[in-house]
């Protein structure tokens, strides 16, 4: 006879008795826990309530073209870090070379007669770029202003130029000085005039052929004439509109008694202009040449021709 298999054998376990067995064996000593056949075993990732996307292989392998990846992503990194290094050093270079920290003053924009000792003009481009702190970058320096401050101190000084580059933060400079058309021996002392009218001491060309003869009979006080920088002023604006027009002023002249009156003589006449110093320097010169040019044309020589008075000129 055929013995018929129990149906209840090959039942599955219900579930509740599976949870209630796994809690016991949890919760049992070691020695009391049940075995489970070594059938039954799953790995661990596997297990119940474990995801599979908690699954990490701990040593993966790297394709050829990962690994090509990863160079690349590294050199753009190393070079991207080399870009910044070079733009910094270019900054760098360009700030030190804008930067204006001492001034050299090496020559002169002229041809000199004598040498001159730099120092002294340096000392005082110097103290302008230490009051304006702003200005010491090339970009930023104001030359127009530099040149009046140190025109201001130093007369003699028409214009600085900053140009050159001596080193690190270190720059060369041109000095241009003044060229003087006239002169007065004032006190034993001699001064110089330009043809802005500007007055100094110091001369670095060859001797004016312009001198004021002094014939007013002036008192010299304390070195100056009472009229002196002003009559120099005048005489040098004379110089410049004179040459402008053509004549070549030879010889300034005050008369006796005259503190306000020059007389000038022109090369190759022998009619001198009184001119006032209360009155523009060009209008004055244009007068004269006017009545030079009329004189001349009409064949009259006259001793002397006054302009002093403003559309009034008059000849004797």
Known sequence: ?????????????????????????????????????????VPPQYRRNQTLSSYRNDTPEASTRQRAHHLAVQRQKIGGVFLVVVIALVLLVMLLWQLIAQVHITTSTKQLSTAFDAGIYEKSVNNYLNINPAQRLRATLNEDALSAYVSSELPEVERVSVRGWAGI??????ITFRTPVAGWVINNKQYYVDTHGVVFEKNYYAMPKVQIVDES??????????????????????????????????????PQGMTREVDIYFDGMSTFVKFSIDRGAGEQTEDADRSLTYLKDNGIQPQYIDVRVTGRAAYR
Do not use: C, H, W
């Not at 018929?4 to 000593?29: M, N, W, Y």
């Not at 933060?169 to 041109?174: F, K, M, P, Q, R």
């Open 1 to 41: 006879m055929i013995k018929k298999r129990s149906s209840r054998a090959q039942e599955p376990v219900p579930r509740r008795r599976r949870i209630a067995e796994d809690e016991f064996d949890a919760g049992a000593p070691r020695s009391a826990r049940r075995e489970a056949p070594e059938s039954s075993t």
């Open 217 to 254: 009979g002036v008192e010299v006080e304390n070195g100056e004439s009472v009229v002196g920088n002003r009559v120099l002023g005048f005489l040098g604006k004379v110089v410049a509109q004179a040459e402008g027009r053509g004549y070549t002023v030879v010889k300034a002249v005050l």
């Open 169 to 174: 933060a270190e720059s060369n400079s041109s």
